[in-house]
């Protein structure tokens, strides 16, 4: 905690991206440094995402489309026929909505992923814009904390040792 407390402004807004890729709440966490320990860190975290304005939405999901990663879902354990129909629901989700499909997996077996994320986007692909729209932004909140959390904790654990 006390690395990212003091890190330099540019430094921390930084490491709080690779969190959310939404630069308001990168730059308003910063603002409000010191904070005094990782439920502090994560309460103002999540208050930032439920005050992200739907601009501030659109950029963080953009940046989620950026990440170096394969499909969510698509590194789980599953039959070829399961990855396809993953991969044809992740293009549909997409075309309806227009951004990529997010969900938290925090605690999720792997050989459970495939089926979640696919159970999931399916479901998902009901809602309105509208509704589908406070789903993603929470889902983006769940993934923010657990990626703050474990950022913290690499770091936290690298300046112990």
């Known amino acids: 905690m006390h ?3 003091e890190a330099d402004a540019g430094a921390a807004e930084e490491a709080l991206l690779a969190c959310c890729g939404s630069h308001r709440w990168a730059l308003r966490l910063t603002a409000h440094r010191p904070y005094p320990d990782i439920e502090s ?3 103002a975290a999540s208050e930032a995402s439920y005050d992200l304005r739907p601009a501030d939405l659109a950029e963080a999901l953009a ?4 990440m170096p990663q394969p499909l969510l879902g698509m590194r789980a ?3 070829q026929a399961a990855h396809t129909a993953l991969r044809a629901a992740h ?3 997409e075309a309806r909505f227009g951004h990529v499909f997010v969900v938290c997996l925090e605690g999720v077996a792997p050989e459970e992923m495939l089926d979640t994320v696919l159970d999931s986007i399916r479901t998902r692909l009901t809602n309105d814009p509208d509704e589908e729209r406070l789903i993603a932004a929470d889902e983006l909140r769940r993934i923010a904390l657990t990626r703050l ?3 913290v904790a690499t770091h936290s654990g690298a300046a112990a040792r």
């Open 91 to 93: 293009a549909a989700y």
């Open 63 to 66: 940046d989620e489309s950026w």
């Open 3 to 5: 690395r990212f407390n």
């Open 41 to 43: 860190l994560l309460a």
């Open 149 to 151: 959390e474990h950022l």
């Open 77 to 79: 354990p599953g039959s």
